[in-house]
């Protein structure tokens, strides 16, 4: 079942890469983020992309959240999270590449096993991609959800930016 405005996060655990370090090289060391412990007295506008680096997660999903980061932290947003079934490695590297370093923390959730216990896992299996993610959009206060919508396959309008600014 999906999860629904005035529930609680799950307990669970994403992935984050540490800032690499050309000088150290490449340690095989992501961080764990515990959902509910990070969740904890902050508001979070979370969204989840199908994949790293496909099209309309780097064109517009993404790019809009680092675009709007100010008018999101005038709102009250402590953090901004993207979630999707990749490995931290390719998450951060996507945040650099899109420039939301310091902006959109990249949490990787390789094995979509925390996207599943959200009940927002889609198999794309066909397509060659595994199982992966609903595109959507929510608004966590202390880790209870008070906006959530998940988009229709193909369109870009209930979990972009500009919406969660809107139901903020």
């Known amino acids: 079942m999906t999860i629904q405005v005035g529930e609680k996060l799950p307990e669970g655990t994403l992935m984050e890469a540490n800032e690499f370090d050309p000088a150290v090289g490449c340690p095989l060391n992501p961080q764990p983020v515990n959902v509910v412990e990070a969740a904890q007295g902050k508001k979070i506008a979370i969204f989840g992309v199908p994949g790293a680096f496909t099209p309309t997660c780097s064109q517009r999903h993404l790019p809009g959240f680092v675009d709007h980061y100010d008018q999101l932290k005038a709102k009250g947003v402590d ?69 959530v919508a998940v988009e229709a396959s193909g369109k870009f309008e209930v979990s972009n930016a500009e919406t969660i600014l809107a139901k903020l």
């Open 79 to 147: 953090e901004i999270w993207c979630i999707a079934a990749n490995d931290a490695y390719v998450m951060a590297a996507w945040g650099r590449d899109q420039g939301a370093t310091g902006k959109v923390r990249m949490l990787g959730d390789g094995s979509a096993e925390y996207i599943k216990k959200l009940g927002l896992e889609r198999d794309l299996t066909a397509n060659g991609m595994g199982v992966r993610s609903y595109r959507y959009g929510m608004i966590v206060n202390n880790g209870t959800v008070q906006y």
